[in-house]
């Protein structure tokens, strides 16, 4: 059974920087597989931020200035933000797959089948 525990949210000032990371267990690393990074803001759908392919040989993400990135060695999954901006905030999932996602449905979030529980991201003046 996959589980995903995110942590690393917290409130920062616009023009910050964070770290997400996501602890992952049960996950079966196959290269074909995803696991990705999605907020969700008030009031507003939930949304793809970034996705790295499980052989980490591919990566993706909504701006240069969020990094995404794992480490197998410790089960992780990670998330660098920086000059977050106020669209920026929100609750913040990592989500892994268990099939190979094509590549036109990557930021769909009905590809990913486990999520964790989410960490808030908060960005002030």
């Known amino acids: 059974q996959v589980q995903l525990v995110e942590s690393g949210g917290g409130s920062v000032q616009a023009g910050g920087s964070l770290r997400l990371s996501c602890a992952v267990s049960?996950?079966?690393?196959?290269?074909?597989?995803?696991m990705a990074w999605f907020r969700q803001a008030p009031g507003k759908e939930r949304e793809w931020v970034a996705g790295?392919?499980?052989?980490?040989r591919i990566k993706d993400s909504v701006k240069d200035s969020f990094i995404v990135s794992q480490d197998k060695a410790k089960n992780s999954l990670y998330l660098q933000m920086n000059n977050l901006q106020f669209e920026d905030a929100g609750v913040y999932y990592c989500?892994?797959?268990?099939?190979?996602?094509?590549?036109?449905?990557?930021?769909?979030?009905?590809?990913?089948?486990?999520w964790g529980q989410g960490t808030q991201v908060t960005v002030s003046s």
């Open positions: 989500a892994t797959s268990r099939w190979e996602v094509p590549h036109a449905d990557l930021r769909r979030a009905d590809q990913y089948t486990n």
């Open positions: 049960g996950y079966h690393y196959s290269s074909g597989y995803w």
């Open positions: 790295i392919r499980s052989d980490g």
